[in-house]
């Protein structure tokens, strides 16, 4: 019941949000369907389908698992923005887990390059063909110096980055297999106010790629991993 709650206050605090910032007056169903934070990216999930979270209680008179709000999951880049933007929402202490998990991935990137004349050329090529998303691998290792194009689950959506590459003329980008080699982060919040579902709505506006979803809350809420 608690989940079902949290699911209507996610989606009645998405079109209200729409009514403040667009001012619109059109039909309900077409606002909805407006919406950033669209039907399909709230969903009521139960404590059975959830992955680390604890079987609900058959015991007569034993309380419903507590409610969470789930935000994810983010990159470990978009995780360090969107731990800023928690922070500053204030949120009670042992209210939020944060939820780290390493997951098989796929690594477009370039080889490393031997020296900072190397790498300022490569950079500049790129640049020159309009392509903005990039970093050079500063740890040590034998990756120090690659230059990293994109991370991704699938290897058909690293596939698929490849070409749009080549498309632009990249060349020398080529595509890894890493084991444990992606970081990704999902956030739970323990029963949030109305006013909390609001902001985390906010926030997620601008992590396009995440969901909002109503859970019942995982083993290790609350507190903070």
Known sequence: MRTIVLLVLLANVGFFAYHHYLGVSEEAAAQI???????????SVT?????????PSTLAGAPPPAACV????????EAVRADAALAALGLPAGAMLRRV??????WVHMA???????????????KALDVTEYYVVQDAGP?????????????AAANTEMERLRERGVRSAIVTRRDKFLKQ??????????????RLTDLQRGFPATEIRAVSCPVGTPGKQ
Request: glycine share 8%; no cysteine; net charge negative.
């Open 101 to 106: 998990t390493e997951l098989d991935g796929y």
């Open 143 to 155: 990756w120090r110096n690659a230059v990293s194009l994109g991370l991704y689950k699938s290897e």
């Open 47 to 55: 404590a059975e389908t959830m992955p680390g979270s604890a079987a």
């Open 70 to 77: 789930e935000w994810g999951a983010l990159g470990a880049v």
């Open 33 to 43: 369907q407006l919406l950033q934070i669209s039907p399909e990216k709230i969903i």
């Open 185 to 198: 982060v999902n956030y739970f919040v323990r029963e949030p106010s109305a006013a909390t579902i609001a």
């Open 112 to 126: 490393p390059l031997k020296s900072k004349a190397e790498i300022d050329r490569k950079i500049g090529e790129l």
